[in-house]
């Protein structure tokens, strides 16, 4: 069995399409999946799919990419984790790439991500683009390592890796990681250990070959699987497993299907 550890699918592409790409992901063997959260309007929606399936959950968090929307602080996103099928806080972080002026807003937020997560012992997950080392900066600062979590959709270098994991953070793999001109990333993936590994799609973006360019789904998880077991020249399965059993053990609130 394939998890998912963070996909979109409130996002219109994927959600005008419920049942279909439930289908896909139980035809693929992805038996979970982890719905993310990008900004508290649209929370309901997120937290809708994981009360009507068993095997979705869901995360509490406002991206860092989004202004002018509702600005959450500890205390509502202490309560609006407190629910049984939110398993994560985020997805949180700093994104210089978008806000290219790097506000302190980013970081403030971002603060109170990471003092939502301790509180409630829910893991955070957290995005970094063009920020690296102010993220580990503030990981280090608010003690992140205390709530653990997972940097999603991993782009940087070995040395950011090494940075998280120190924290005791895990590293997830995006299609990204399938791209042909992503070097870096490849050995990135070679390297990290194989017990704070996880797989994601970030769908409905980023789809993975040979998929590339299409909307992506939570079914194609399995590509970043078999890219990740051809870079490490490992079976399938042990991917597949090690991935499965990383996922549970770091969302501890997440009920692991019998
Ligand atoms: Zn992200
Ligand atoms: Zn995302």
């Known amino acids: 069995m394939f998890v998912d550890s963070h996909c979109h699918l409130d996002f219109p592409d994927l959600a ?23 900004k ?3 929370f309901p929606r997120v937290r809708s799919l994981a009360e009507r399936h068993a095997h979705l959950w869901a995360s509490v968090g406002v991206h860092p990419d989004n202004d002018g929307v509702e600005e959450p602080d500890v205390a509502r996103l202490v309560a609006l984790a407190d629910h049984p099928k939110v398993v994560a806080i985020g997805e949180t972080g700093l994104d210089y790439y978008w806000q290219k002026d790097a506000p302190e807003w980013q970081r403030e937020r971002f603060r109170t991500h990471i003092r939502a997560a301790r509180e409630t012992g829910k893991p955070l997950i957290i995005h970094t683009r063009s920020a690296a080392e102010d993220t580990l900066r503030l990981m280090r600062e608010e003690r992140a390592g205390e709530a653990g979590g997972v940097m999603h959709c991993f782009t940087e270098s070995w040395e950011v890796a090494q940075g998280a994991l120190e924290q005791g953070f895990h590293i997830s ?6 791209f042909r001109n992503a070097k870096e990333l490849k050995e990135v993936a070679r390297r ?3 017990d704070r590994l996880l797989i994601e799609t970030d769908s409905p973006y980023l789809a993975p070959v040979p998929h590339r360019g299409r909307t992506n789904e939570p079914a194609w ?5 078999e890219e990740i077991a ?7 399965e042990r991917i597949a ?7 549970f053990r770091l969302f501890r ?3 692991r299907p019998a």
């Open 241 to 247: 497993q090690a991935s499965t059993d990383n996922f």
């Open 253 to 255: 609130h997440a009920q």
């Open 221 to 225: 998880v399995v590509h970043v699987a």
């Open 40 to 42: 508290l309007e649209d």
């Open 173 to 178: 793999f995006s299609g990204i990681v399938t």
């Open 230 to 236: 051809r870079l490490r020249d490992e079976p399938l």
């Open 192 to 194: 990290v250990p194989l």
């Open 16 to 38: 005008s399409r419920e049942d279909e790409v439930l289908a896909n992901m139980a035809r693929n063997a992805v038996g979970c999946a982890l719905c993310i959260s990008v």
